[in-house]
Structures are given as C-alpha cells and as structure tokens.
C-alpha cells in the first residue's frame, strides 16, 4: 500500500507538494484553471491542518532556460484568488532566496516555487538537485498526476530523501483508472485520436490486446489510410508510419480486436477554417487536400460501434476540432462517449476540452488530470511517480 495523504502527519511540519500547473495562458491570463483547482483539496487539506506549504510545477518546456512567459508567477496570483489569502512567490525553486522564503512560513501558510524546468536537472532527475528540493521540507507530497509518468527529480528522486505521499488528486486519479484496468467491465473500447502519432503509436500496441474495439482518428489515422493504398494528399504524416500502422493491422487480428478506422474524411485544400473543404471516402483524397477531420459515415460507424460498450477509454481529438469547421467528428465523439452507459474515462487535453464544450462533462465517469500519464497507466505500465511514493 502506497502512502497517502491522509495518513501522513502534516501539522506544523514544512511539506513539499508537487502540482501540476502547467495550465493552458495567453499573453500571461490563465484560459483555463481545471489544473489549478483539481489541486484545491490537497492544498486546503494542507492549509487547515496547519502545514507549511510549498507547492512547485513545472510550465511549458523551457528547457533550463528562464523565459519569463513560463513564469509560474500568475499561477500564484489565481491560486491566492482561489483559497482568499496569500500565496508567496520566490523566483527560483532552489538556493538561498528559496530557503529563506520557506523559513518564513507559518503554519498554515503558502509558497510557490518558481518553474521547476528553469532547471534542466528537473527532467534529467539529477540526484543532487532532487537532494536540495527535499532538503526544503519535512515530506514531499505528491499531486502532480500529469507528470507521473516522467521520471522527473520533484516526482521521483526527491523520495530518495524525504518521505512521498499521493495527493488527493493523484489519489483519485489511481482509485479511477485502476478500476478500468483491474477489473475493466467488456466490452471494452479505446479511441485514440490527435496528432503526436509517433508517441501514441505504442500506446495502440498496447492497449490492442486490452480491448474489443479500437477507433483510430485525428492525424494517426492517415497512417492507416495510406497503408490501405490510398492517397492522402497533404495531410499530416510522417515517413515510415503506414509501415506501423500494417503492423498495427496484424496485431489486432491477432488479438482478435476489432480496429475501426475512416471509411471518409472531411478534406481541405489548406490548414485554415476558411479553407474550401468537402467530404470524400479515403479512397478519394486527391493530391492538394488534407484530411482534416472524420467524415460523416465513420462518425455513424464509430458511434455505433461505441453503442454496446461497457468501458470506453478515449484520449486526443478526431479531427481539428479547434477550426469549426473539423469539430464534427470530435463532437460526435464526445456526445457518444458522454451520452453512454458504459464506464468512461477521458484523458488529454483536447479531448476533455472536446467534452466540456459539450456541456456534457458530469456525464463522464473518470476525466483524468493526465493525458499520457492516463494512456500509461491504462496499457499497464508503472508510473515512476507511483512507484516512487512511499509505502504506508
Ligand atoms: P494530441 O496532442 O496528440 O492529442 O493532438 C491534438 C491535436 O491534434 C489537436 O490540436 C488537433 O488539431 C490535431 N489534429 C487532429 N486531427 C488532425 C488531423 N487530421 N490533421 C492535423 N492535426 C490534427
């Protein structure tokens, strides 16, 4: 049994909490707080049992590089609106101006580091900078599921000096998803959208044995469409997919799933909402068109295909759902998924962002904090982040 919050001893103690803030901004506003307040019960948890409280994230990918616009400064400022007080800033997430904010807590008080990627040695897991963020506190919790996934130093390496609990959040994330792969109710369905194809390519692999039905959508699925023999114009692609995506096709039959991908696209003639478009089967994409979205007849496929499904998993976005004109097949997704009976988790960014302009969000039964972190633990892989917390 992993630790948890709860049943760790936080009074008066000084305790490392790693969120997850990497919240989507533009030009410095927050556009969307999800991330912040999925954080909120650990950090009043915290707050009322009169910790001292350090929370620290990382932002964007700067690469060990200070670049002001992954400053984590207006996380701060909302997340002191959020909990009505003071939420401390010091620029930095090591060294001496960090060590003297934090001997200036009060039980009960709040501090937030500064991006944690300012310095490489946070994705590289250095030991040594793990050793000085565990040195700032009594216990590390951590909150930060999204990340769980990543062998980072704050995830990972600081449990080598200080005690590791699971948040709430990350609590609830392992309760959910776990249900979904120790006792997932069949017949079970994975959607698998977006455009990091690469990435999610192993992720079809692995969860092909898992379940009755995979949807392919979103960029990956030109790889399919090609290795059919059909032309995909200029849509996303990249070379040496379709020969995965073959391999794909064998491993499903022996697995004996069922792999569902376009039968028609919405095409257009550039990247833009403005763009001419028109529906075609994929066996007529001409040169000088780029497959946009699923088209009419492989939405009607999909949600019937999804009708009978007892478990239904679905991460990244059909088509590109952020232009109008590319969101039909991403909607239709998300009605059918939110519409369901069946046990259903949503993961990544697009994709819970898909079900929240439905208006239909309540009606999911997991929405997960972590788009890979949710795809990993759901393929059956162990999340260093999980595996590094202490045991109770
Ligand atoms: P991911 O981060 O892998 O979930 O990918 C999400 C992105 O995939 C969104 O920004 C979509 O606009 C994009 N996307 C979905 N379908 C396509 C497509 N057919 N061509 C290009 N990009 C796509």
Redesign the pocket.
């Known amino acids: 049994m992993k630790l948890t919050i709860d049943g760790l001893q936080v009074d008066n103690k000084t305790v490392f909490v790693r969120v997850d803030f990497n919240v989507p901004m533009k030009d410095g506003v927050i556009t969307d707080d999800t991330r912040i307040r999925s954080a909120l019960p650990t950090i009043n948890y915290l707050i009322e049992k009169g910790a001292k409280v350090i929370l620290a994230s990382h932002f964007g990918r700067p690469k060990g590089e200070r670049k002001p616009e992954m400053s984590l400064a207006p996380c701060a400022k909302h997340l002191s609106e959020l909990i009505n007080k003071p939420v401390a800033f010091v620029d930095d997430c090591i060294g001496h101006k960090v060590e003297e904010a934090v001997k200036a807590l009060q039980p009960g008080d709040v501090l937030m580091l500064e991006n944690l990627r300012y310095h490489n040695e946070e994705t590289k897991n250095d030991p040594e900078f793990a050793k000085q963020l565990a040195s700032l506190a009594d216990v590390a919790i951590n909150d930060a599921f999204g990340v769980s996934h990543r062998n980072a130093a704050s995830v990972v390496g600081i449990a080598d000096y200080i005690p590791m609990a699971a948040g709430f959040l990350l609590k609830k994330e392992i309760e959910a998803l776990s249900a979904a792969v120790v006792h997932p109710k069949t017949p079970m369905a994975a959607i698998i959208?977006?455009?990091?194809v690469t990435d999610?390519i192993s992720v079809i692999s692995n969860l092909l044995p898992k379940v009755d039905v995979m949807i392919i959508g979103?960029?990956m699925a030109?790889a399919f469409i090609k290795a059919q023999g059909c032309n995909i114009g200029s849509?996303?692609f990249e070379e040496g997919q379709e020969a995965i995506a073959t391999d794909l096709v064998m491993e499903a039959r022996v697995a004996g799933a069922k792999l569902l991908t376009p039968i028609d696209a919405v095409v257009a003639d550039a990247f833009s909402n403005d763009a001419n478009t028109k529906i075609v089967d994929v066996e007529n994409i001409e040169d000088g068109w780029m497959?946009?979205d699923i088209g009419p007849k492989t939405r009607e496929l999909y949600v019937e295909a999804l009708a009978p499904m007892k478990t239904i998993i679905w991460n990244?976005?059909m088509?590109?759902?952020?232009m109008e004109n590319f969101a039909a097949g991403t909607n239709a997704v998300a009605k059918a998924v939110a519409e369901s009976d069946a046990m259903t988790i949503v993961g990544?960014g697009?994709s819970v962002a898909a079900i929240e302009k439905s208006g239909l969000a309540d009606k999911i039964s997991h929405i997960s904090t972590g788009?890979g972190a949710s795809l990993e633990f759901l393929e059956g892989k162990i999340l260093p982040g999980i595996a590094a917390l202490s045991e109770a």
């Open positions: 959208g977006g455009a990091k999610k979103g960029g030109n849509s996303l497959v946009l990244g976005p088509g590109v759902f952020e990544g697009d788009g």
